[in-house]
């Protein structure tokens, strides 16, 4: 059995980009991003964004109040004491 490796440290940083405006349906979420990154953004560097903005840009985006459940919807939402509303949203999203 070979020694296991001696632990390496890995330094994780991150950082919220300031500047970006509320995004809207329609918005060029890809060049908002590109102009809000920092200049000394590297190769290997990650960018991580968050699905919410990445559903607004796509005008993908429901109010609660005005979804009406279905009865499957409903009997979910029970089972996992979830919002019936958010369960309608997320079966309407899905494919069968």
Known sequence: ?????????VRIELIALSGLPEVSPGDDL???LASAAPE????TDIVAVAHKVVSKAEGRVRRL???EPSVRAAELAAQGGKDPRA????LEESAE
């Open 87 to 90: 369960v309608e949203v997320v």
């Open 40 to 43: 000394d953004l590297s190769g």
């Open 1 to 9: 059995m070979s020694e296991p490796h001696p632990a390496t440290a």
């Open 30 to 32: 890809a060049a908002m």
């Open 65 to 67: 109040a005005d979804v």
